[in-house]
């Protein structure tokens, strides 16, 4: 039923009674929304960690780097829960 193309539902789409067809193909319109929405959202997904890999990659290549809070040495002062 899917662009164009005839399946086993679409006979049955054809014999079923107008408030029947309109529910069906409300179901298949909101599946193929879902879909669309779920493809949609794994291309961005893939666009934005390209970008923010390659942001990081010229970034490191230039020497530019940033520390990460909390990861560097700690220093011990003689005190319970101090960093």
Known sequence: MVR????ASTPLLERAAEPKRTA????????????????ALDLFQVLMAT????????KTENGVTAPIS?????????????S
């Open 4 to 7: 164009g193309e005839p399946d």
């Open 51 to 58: 970008r923010l890999l390659g942001t990081a990659k010229r």
């Open 70 to 82: 909390g990861c560097g040495p700690r220093r011990y002062d003689g005190r319970a829960g101090s």
């Open 24 to 39: 069906m193909l409300t179901a298949v319109m909101r599946h193929l929304e879902a879909k669309a929405i779920d493809k």
